[in-house]
């Protein structure tokens, strides 16, 4: 069983920047490379939303809020992924998950959530 654990939530001032951080444990880097990785934020009363996503072949796609502000990251050799976060905005209080997936075997995980709250 995949566990993914996010890490580098909590608070900032607005126009501040910072970057979180997802761990895939209990899998190979062989197979952790073929994951296509996302981070998908939820606010308070909001449904989840992507924000940005890496395929295992390192395209790149990002919502389009969030495009010019945020950059996606992995590192298959540390079986992780990073989301860094510049210019932060009030509206991006969220909670951040960390989502690995591959349709074509079934797989689809879930980290538990950081909390980033941005202040005004």
Known sequence: QVKLVESGGGLVQAGGSLTLSCAASGTS??????????WYRQAPGKQRELVALITSG??????????????????????TVALQMNSLKPEDTAVY??????????????????Q???SS
């Open 58 to 79: 390192g395209s790149t796609n990002y919502a389009d809020s969030m495009k010019d502000r945020f950059t996606i990251s992995r590192d298959n050799a540390k079986n």
């Open 116 to 118: 980033v709250t941005v």
């Open 29 to 38: 880097g062989i197979i952790f490379r073929i994951y296509d990785m996302a």
């Open 97 to 114: 998950f960390c989502n690995a997936v591959k349709t074509s075997i079934g797989v689809n995980y879930w980290g538990r959530g950081t």
